[in-house]
């Protein structure tokens, strides 16, 4: 990064002797200056603190993560979908972290139980937390 000094020259009505006009003169460059770093600076803060939430932590989701968490909803959804026994049409599927919590109604238990062993054998599910309420 190359930084461009920018000398201004501020008339002066009084009469000052040339040292001091010159002393004047860098001073006034030299606030500046330093007027411009710091603007600078807060532009590269402000940039690393909006730039740095793709991070997660253990509330939230990295990018990577939301998008892996995507992709296994849809995968679940699928193969609720497929399964020629049951339709899982009132299912709701949500994941965070590979966690996968089913909720919605069905119309037996049996119906409840077979989502969530359907949901278990899914490539990328590390546990199901099934909230589905049974009709009946």
């Given amino acids: 990064m190359t ?11 009084g009469t000052s002797t040339n040292k001091n006009k010159t002393k004047n ?11 411009a770093l710091a603007a600078m600076l807060l532009t590269g ?3 690393l603190v909006l730039t740095s939430g793709c991070a997660g932590n253990r509330y939230d989701r990295s ?3 939301y998008i892996d968490d995507k992709s ?5 959804e699928h193969a609720l979908s497929d399964n020629p ?3 899982f ?9 590979g966690e996968v919590q089913l909720s919605g109604f069905v119309n037996s238990s049996d119906q409840k139980s077979k989502a969530a062993d359907i949901a278990k054998q899914v490539e990328g599910v590390q546990s199901v937390v099934n909230n589905i309420t049974v009709k009946n």
């Fill in 3 to 13: 930084f461009a000094r920018v000398n201004f020259v501020l008339c002066d009505e």
């Fill in 25 to 35: 003169m860098k001073m006034k460059t030299n606030n500046m200056l330093n007027l």
């Fill in 45 to 47: 803060v402000s940039t």
């Fill in 63 to 65: 990018t990577g993560q």
């Fill in 72 to 76: 296994l909803i849809a995968r679940v």
């Fill in 85 to 87: 026994d049951y339709k």
């Fill in 89 to 97: 049409d009132q299912v709701n599927v949500d994941s965070f972290r």
